[in-house]
């Protein structure tokens, strides 16, 4: 059964931290992995994504990293704001004929404080 | 370029009614998918449509079906309201073709409320 699983379930920091956030999986076959900011009451907007040769992206405060060899990536926020105050979903896609559907995380739940 | 856009956001229903939630994908895409998301959770599939039909399902009873209009948008229907349907209720689009890599545009949502 494909799984995925965050840790830790809720953060919080001071403005201005930095924090990691951690994603295991179990999806196979594997085709790419996102990180998504939800913030409450909305959709998930998209932040990174990266396909198996990729092991980092970055989209401006935020670096996503991945190992596909253990099956874990972490999203790394910068000098974190209070904007930054969200849920933060990390969701691993397969493909399989053709169909394409991801499994999500429960998603680690961030709040920045001032 | 729209998004895509849920109607209604916000909705209260009585147990045992019918509900209807719709969705208009973004510009291009083809696919929608539908997502039911409780307080605190992830989201969990329900289904997904592509040229009017059902392509796949998660693990949602019959009371939860769709359809597919020709110009992609989509319908959610849940028949016989329970108090466990009350959710955020995410319909999400994409383009078949390149689902894969661009992933999908959510929408913001419609928040259902069963009492």
């Known amino acids: 059964k494909n799984q995925v699983e965050q840790s830790p379930q809720s953060l919080i920091i001071l403005e201005g931290k930095n924090c990691t956030l951690q994603c295991n999986y179990t999806v196979s076959p594997f085709s790419n992995l996102r990180w998504y900011k939800q913030d409450t009451g909305r959709g998930p907007v998209s932040l990174t994504i990266m396909t198996f040769s990729e092991n980092t992206k970055s989209n401006g405060r935020y670096t996503a990293t991945l190992d596909a060899d253990t099956k874990q990536s972490s999203l790394h926020i910068t000098a974190s704001q209070l904007s930054d105050s969200a849920s933060y979903i990390c969701?691993?896609?397969?493909?399989?004929?053709?169909?394409?559907?991801?499994?999500f995380g429960r998603g680690t739940s961030l709040i920045v404080h001032p | 370029d729209a998004g895509v856009t849920q109607s209604p956001t916000h909705l209260i229903k009585t147990r045992g009614q019918q509900v209807t939630l719709r969705c208009s994908p973004k510009s291009g895409h083809d696919t929608v998918s539908w997502y039911q998301q409780a307080l605190g959770q992830g989201p969990q599939f329900i289904f997904q449509?592509?040229?009017?039909?059902?392509?796949q399902r998660g693990n949602f009873p019959d009371r939860f079906s769709g359809h597919q209009f020709p110009n992609y948008s989509s319908e959610l229907n849940v028949n016989a309201l329970l108090l466990g349907d009350s959710a955020l209720y995410l319909c999400?689009?994409?383009?078949?073709?390149?689902?894969?890599?661009?992933?999908?545009?959510f929408g913001s949502g419609t928040r259902l409320t069963v009492v």
């Open positions: 969701v691993v896609s397969s493909t399989s004929g053709g169909s394409y559907i991801p499994t």
């Open positions: 999400a689009s994409s383009f078949r073709g390149a689902a894969a890599f661009y992933g999908y545009t």
């Open positions: 449509y592509y040229e009017e039909e059902e392509r």
